[in-house]
């Protein structure tokens, strides 16, 4: 298994969102009169976690988003473990991490180069697990932006701040697959901002994203830890609306 580089659950819980293949046309900007490079981002995510629900498998939720939070080294490569063990068998999960694809850390709120983040460790154990891909640290923070997890829901960084403060290195070689890795999605402002961002780069690649934790923030319990979901963030009326 060649080392990554850091250069230039089950089938009947599987839920889906359909309609994601047309082409992604870029979008006017209400907040800021400018265009965002792109209308939508598909993504994929294997777990699911609940800040509010009551009951065992919402506390399970919890400690497991705070030991992804964390890099947790026991932890997070059974994660990326079982994110490959799926892909196996799932048609769809295998065809978002193809050999060719590079995986691209999404960056954490802090500015780039100040403190490691939660999102580059999981690219990288999710390479090592057994994927093998290449992983591109192209995107960065030129600043800080507010952290989303922290602050209360007026406060959060809407799509343009995230666009604004991302930065991309160019590539040195044509790129076609891009993966956008992410610990957690919740609303997809950041995914959404990420995409856009690279997509402004490399107008001819395929940009897609995989979260390995999908928030519910409005329900009463969960069914189930693994539910391997594909869906897709779309930019509408002034703001990320994540499906499902």
Not at 73 to 94: E, I, M, N, Q
Not at 185 to 198: E, P
Request: with cysteine; glycine share 6%.
């Amino acid at each position: 298994m060649k080392p990554p580089s850091t250069t230039a659950p089950q089938p009947d819980c599987r839920r889906t969102t359909s309609g994601c293949d047309y082409p992604a046309a870029p979008v006017q900007s209400r907040l800021t009169g400018g265009t965002l490079p792109l209308s939508y981002v598909t993504f994929a995510s294997c777990y699911v976690y609940s800040p509010r629900a009551q009951g065992w498998l919402a506390e399970a939720s919890r400690q497991l988003c705070d030991r992804v939070k964390s890099s947790d080294s026991l932890w997070l490569p059974r994660y990326a473990g079982f994110v490959y063990r799926t892909s196996l068998r799932d048609r769809y999960l295998a065809a978002l991490f193809p050999p060719d694809a590079v995986l691209i850390p999404v960056p954490g709120s802090a500015r780039s180069g100040e403190t490691p983040w939660a999102a580059f460790r999981l690219a990288v154990a999710l390479s090592e697990v057994g994927f093998a891909l290449h992983i591109w640290t192209a995107l960065g923070r030129r600043y800080a932006v507010t952290k989303s997890a922290t602050a209360p829901s007026a406060g959060r960084p809407t799509v343009h701040q995230h666009y604004d403060s991302f930065e991309v290195t160019p590539a040195a070689n044509a790129i076609r697959r891009l993966v956008l890795i992410d610990d957690v999605i919740t609303k997809g402002r950041t995914l959404l901002a990420a995409a856009a961002r690279l997509r402004s780069e490399l107008p001819l690649a395929d940009i897609r994203g995989f979260a390995l934790i999908r928030t519910l923030g409005f329900v009463r319990n969960i069914e189930h830890l693994a539910e391997p979901c594909y869906g897709v963030v779309r930019w509408a009326r002034g703001d990320a609306r994540r499906e499902p």
